[in-house]
């Protein structure tokens, strides 16, 4: 089992940035692919960013490459989100997701990651 928890969310004015985290307990994440995935009122959940297992590759979604950025310390069993210029529509809860993964593909559907922490909530105000 791999615990997740998400941590740094909070109330940011447009323009402003955040740094989330997510730390894993129970296991290592060190041969997991980690995801970040964003759940707006109303919306399905929709991934933001991903990372291979060993911070070697990554994706975004055009609605926020440039502007996001994933990283991971395997040491810390910790991703990171780095958030920056941020906009009202990136409102919403954010969760991190795991997946014991080393394939070349993206995984950015969430019916590819078995672990999933509980969420925190940003919200951008303008």
């Known amino acids: 089992q791999v615990q997740l928890v998400e941590s740094g969310g909070g109330l940011v004015q447009v323009g402003g940035s955040l740094r989330l985290s997510c730390t894993a307990s129970?296991?290592?994440?060190?041969?997991?692919?980690m995801g970040w995935f964003r759940q707006a009122p109303g919306k399905s959940r929709e991934v933001i960013s991903y990372?291979?297992?060993?911070?070697?590759?990554?994706y975004y979604p055009d609605s926020v490459k440039g502007r996001f950025t994933v990283s991971r310390d395997n040491a810390k069993n910790t991703v990171y989100l780095r958030m920056n210029s941020l906009k009202p529509e990136d409102t919403g809860v954010y969760y991190c997701?795991?997946?014991?993964?080393?394939?070349?593909?993206?995984?950015?559907?969430?019916?590819?990651?078995?672990?999933w922490g509980q969420g925190t909530q940003v919200t951008v105000s303008s």
């Open positions: 997701a795991a997946e014991e993964y080393s394939g070349a593909v993206p995984l950015i559907k969430t019916y590819e990651y078995r672990y």
């Open positions: 129970e296991r290592s994440i060190a041969d997991y692919a």
């Open positions: 990372i291979t297992w060993n911070g070697g590759n990554t």
